[in-house]
């Protein structure tokens, strides 16, 4: 190994611990303890291995697989309406007009802003009393205001609303990274032939990006799948579990009920579920994305 070799992995060798230590190491504990039967409050009862018991529950649990729908509407809805707006978003700031600088900088805020804060925010919006939802759909008549975040329905589109409102500029960043590598060649000579401004966008813009929203959707699905302080701060998964997602779920089968091993294989298939929407994204768009010609 060269002088210069061996230096290189000195550097890296303190982020690869630092890895190991806070995330292989977590993610190897969580599997270990899925396939054993823990709980908290009666730690003198040890850990019994039950293989894939664990599993087996979670499959039957009623509750679990209405947290999993609850998941992927949640996933599908947040992840989607973010990629939109967020490329909505990046082609406006695309263009060149007098302080796009700063309007740069006020769009990344919401997202620079922690959850906790951002969810605690969004609470009191939907506050029954005094949130500024109910001021302003029915002004100052106290009377016929309602509860969102006690209806089902309700709930989960709040969460889901809050959740595009801080996210939405970071898929906006990724897009517009993606705008900057597109030639202004090619839209010169676009305007040349005569192309108009949804014709440059269709045969421009939106083949030349999909790299940039795949690579924004993946993200955004993985961090949807993981949601958890959001619902923990504005719902508790109420009402009557409407806003229970999995990972809300799992923590509530550790923390609230002390079941260990349960609650560790909800963790599990969370992470699973996760790696294989990230595979799919990249074997059934990705390949398309990569194949020779596909930006014509």
Do not use: H
């Not at 039957?60 to 509407?73: C, E, H, I, N």
């Not at 209806?151 to 959740?163: S, T, V």
């Not at 955004?220 to 806003?243: C, E, H, S």
């Amino acid at each position: 190994m060269k002088r210069a070799d061996r230096a290189a992995v000195w550097f890296v060798l303190p982020s690869l611990f630092l890895v190991a230590l806070f995330s292989i190491y977590p993610i190897c504990a969580s599997v270990r303890l899925g396939f054993y039967r823990t709980i908290l409050m009666l730690p003198w009862l040890g850990e019994k291995f039950v293989g894939l018991e664990n599993y087996a529950d979670l499959a039957t649990d009623a509750v679990a697989l209405q947290s999993l729908g609850v998941t992927l509407l949640f996933v599908g809805a947040s992840a989607t309406m973010e990629v939109l707006v967020g490329a909505g978003m990046a082609l406006l700031l695309n263009e060149s007009f007098r302080g796009r600088g700063l309007v740069r900088a006020a769009v990344l805020v919401p997202w620079a802003i922690p959850t906790v804060v951002s969810s605690q925010m969004w609470r009191y919006i939907f506050n029954d009393r005094y949130g500024l939802f109910n001021f302003l759909v029915f002004g100052r008549d106290t009377s016929r205001y309602i509860a969102p975040l006690a209806e089902p329905w309700l709930a989960r589109a709040a969460i889901i609303f809050a959740d595009v409102w801080k996210t939405s500029s970071f898929a906006a960043l990724i897009v517009l990274a993606g705008l900057q590598t597109i030639p202004d060649e090619l839209y010169e000579a676009a305007e040349v032939d005569g192309a108009g401004a949804w014709q440059k966008l269709r045969r421009i813009t939106l083949p030349l990006l999909k790299p940039a929203l795949l690579l924004a959707l993946l993200f955004r699905t993985i961090d949807a799948f993981k949601v958890f302080d959001l619902v923990f701060v504005m719902t508790q998964g109420g009402p009557a579990d409407a806003t229970n997602v999995l990972q809300f779920y799992g923590y509530k089968k550790i923390f609230a009920e002390g079941m260990i091993g349960y609650g560790s294989a909800i963790a599990v298939g969370v992470f699973l579920i996760s790696l294989a929407l990230a595979l799919l994204y990249i074997r059934l768009i990705g390949a398309r994305v990569l194949e020779p010609g596909a930006a014509r």
